[in-house]
């Protein structure tokens, strides 16, 4: 089974940068489908970018499109967020998830991920 510790996050400004990370761990990493969510208080929880098995394809909400960036590393087994100009309404606990079916779709609703980090809380002021 998949394993997914996340770190990266922190208190910040509006405008700043802070890079995520998900250090997965399983046999069945390098062929999992990757993806972020979100959850503000309050809010359901939002989908952020996915990205594919090989890191060819991604896909990305467009309330950060060309701002953040999914990526992935194989060979240390993690995935990164890239987040770029933050906004307070970045604000919000990130999650990790994985796909271990049906990867070769980019999916955005959170059921069709099977495997879930802890979390880790991104807090952008302004």
Known sequence: ???????????????DSLRLSCAASGRTYTNS?????RQAPGKAREFVAAIGWS???TYYADSV??????????????????????????TAVYYCAARTFNTRVLVTAWNQYNYWGQGTQVTVSS
């Open 1 to 15: 089974q998949e394993q997914l510790v996340e770190s990266g996050g922190g208190l910040v400004q509006a405008g």
């Open 33 to 37: 489908a990757m993806g972020w969510f």
């Open 55 to 57: 890191g060819g394809s």
């Open 65 to 90: 499109k060309g701002r953040f960036t999914i990526s992935r590393d194989n060979a240390k087994n993690t995935v990164y967020l890239q987040m770029n100009s933050l906004k307070p309404e970045d």
